[in-house]
């Protein structure tokens, strides 16, 4: 028996920019109380979409409709300034009223508010406890969180809210591997409908259908992210083939057509050569004549006719094959002398930590591999390195050119298009050069003159990172956080492929272990229950 109940259906949904750009047009899906990921390549519309399901966004044409309730966390949390962890989690009405009804001055509609919700508080520390973040308190500040903990808090609070429909935009970002673990369990036992936005291949593996949102529009696999590969491998294959039979056709065809047109040209002169022979009045021959030259056009226009179809079939199978372009990014320095010092720190403790840090010198085209669980410290090593933030003590110096890509990506200008911000850090660079890096990183000419926020978070990822090695100086170090965040696939092997040829140094924080073995690094910064350790790899 079929227990399917649709929740959200598109009907012929199109949207487009303020600028009346296009981002995709009649698009019609269903998404019901299965599992569903949804998958497709950076700047397609992802985000976009999952906001149209949970009704952030209005369509510019057709229909949302929507029942049961509805709960959504976005790719970026943003706090507010003065929120604490209770608004990440969406409870402060209920948390609110709570504490003012306890404290004896409760507004006008608390009690309403209250309704079936009067354990708000237990639950909420009970989750926390639970999520292993049972040092926070509800009223603890978001500002004091890492950006792990702030994605954690705010997925607490979407489970929480007991919602009919789940949608998720890249959950897994900014989250250490235990959290991921946790995270995947969470999505495993939820009961409601989910719609699972992401480039994680674990948490797609255990989805009950994929849909992936392309330049042709929506296409639904019905099982994981295994099947999904494997039904895409096979429409690959089927299209290539497809495409190379009428290939084949059509190159035969055009023998063919030729062949016709030589015979059709042989009888006109042989026709014409006889009728000279046999000595035929002049208007004899001039009727000849025109009756063969009407006979060769139409011979031509059948033939031009046959060719168009032929071309047709090509331009139709290459079309089926949508293979899109390779990710390819560029950058490039000179290599560092192995004995060349690039950074040290002596007796450093970092801000919001109790730790200390091992004494540390880096030298050469070395790498180092940061790791930990959220809220040790590894975005504050980097930040402390730039000179973001001040340490607790000790001291630390970077003495070559460097660049810091953090996971907020500070340095991209909201408001400044990719190509601007590319000019901005390359100046002397010609236009022409900049464009071309930016389609390669599959960013097209439109959306190079868009405002950065305009692009998804990928987009704005490869951007800033491509930014980052333009600069002039070429930073002999790099300072990367979480890099591998909001990205494709595709893109993450192109991060991957570049950061492995990169000459310079290396200091990379990230969660995903895949990543991080495909850069090779040299040695480890590694949190452990004793605190920080230095290990050579």
């Known amino acids: 028996m079929d227990d399917r109940f649709p929740l959200v259906a598109l009907e012929r949904v199109s949207f487009r920019f303020a600028d009346g750009a296009t981002l995709f047009e ?283 179809q032929l071309d047709e079939q090509v331009r139709e199978a290459v079309a089926a094959l949508v293979e899109e372009p390779p990710v390819t990014l560029h950058g490039q320095t000179e290599s560092l002398p192995p004995g060349r010092r690039v950074l040290y720190w002596r007796d450093l403790r970092l801000p919001f930590g109790a730790a200390s840090l091992p004494d540390f010198e880096l030298f050469g085209s070395r790498r180092v591999a940061v790791l930990g669980p959220n809220g040790c410290g590894k975005s504050s090593l980097l930040a402390v390195l730039s000179g973001r933030l001040a340490p607790l003590s000790g001291e630390c110096r970077v003495e070559v050119p460097w660049a810091l890509l953090d996971q907020h990506l500070h340095g991209l200008d909201a408001q400044e298009s990719a190509l601007e911000h590319l000019q901005r850090l390359a100046p002397g660079s010609a236009e022409s050069l900049l464009r071309t890096r930016l389609v390669h990183l599959g960013v097209d000419a439109e959306a190079a003159l868009l405002p950065s926020a305009r692009l998804s978070g990928g987009q704005r990822l490869k951007v800033a990172l491509a930014g980052v090695l333009a600069r002039d100086p070429t930073p002999q170090l790099l300072l990367l956080d979480e890099p591998d965040n909001h990205i494709d696939l595709d893109s993450r092997l192109a991060v991957e492929a570049l950061l492995r040829d990169y000459r310079g140094a290396l200091l990379v924080v990230s969660h995903d272990a895949a990543f991080v073995d495909a850069l090779m690094p040299s040695e480890r910064l590694l949190w452990t229950a004793d605190g920080w350790r230095h290990e050579r790899c």
């Not at 989750?127 to 903990?149: F, K, V």
């Not at 994680?200 to 992936?212: F, H, K, P, S, T």
């Not at 190159?251 to 015979?263: C, I, T, W, Y």
């Not at 042989?266 to 050569?273: H, I, T």
Request: charged share 30%.
């Open 26 to 308: 009649a698009l019609s899906e269903v998404f019901d109380n299965r599992h569903t990921g949804l998958v497709g390549r950076n700047g397609v519309g992802k985000s976009i979409l999952g906001r149209l399901l949970a009704g952030e966004l209005q369509p510019s044409d057709g229909r949302v409709l929507r029942q049961g309730r509805i709960a959504y966390l976005p790719q970026r949390i943003v706090a507010a300034p003065g929120a604490r962890v209770v608004d990440l989690m969406g409870c402060a009405p209920w948390f609110d009223a709570l504490q003012r009804v306890m404290g004896g001055e409760p507004h006008a509609d608390d009690i309403e508010t209250l309704d079936g919700r009067w354990d708000v508080i237990e639950r909420l520390q009970r989750a926390l406890q639970d999520e292993g973040l049972g040092h926070l308190d509800p009223q603890t500040p978001a500002m004091q969180l890492s950006g792990g903990e702030c994605s954690r808090v705010a997925l607490l609070g979407a489970l929480l809210a007991e919602a009919d429909l789940l949608i998720l935009d890249e959950p897994g970002n900014h989250l250490d591997l235990p959290s991921r673990r946790r995270l995947g369990q969470r999505l495993a036992s939820w009961r409601g409908g989910l719609v699972l936005i992401s480039h994680d291949r674990e948490l797609l593996a255990g989805m009950q259908r994929i849909v992936e949102l392309s330049a042709a529009g929506l296409r639904s696999y019905g099982g994981g992210y295994a099947f999904y590969q494997a039904s895409r491998q096979r429409e690959r294959e089927a299209a290539r083939q497809t495409l190379d039979s009428a290939r084949v056709e059509r190159k035969r065809g055009e023998r063919e057509l030729r062949q016709q047109q030589e015979r059709q040209q042989q009888r006109s002169a042989s026709g014409l050569r006889q009728g000279k022979d046999s000595n035929q009045a002049k208007i004899l021959l001039g009727m000849q004549k025109n009756r063969s030259e009407s006979s060769a056009g139409r011979t031509a226009k059948r033939l031009d006719s046959r060719r168009q």
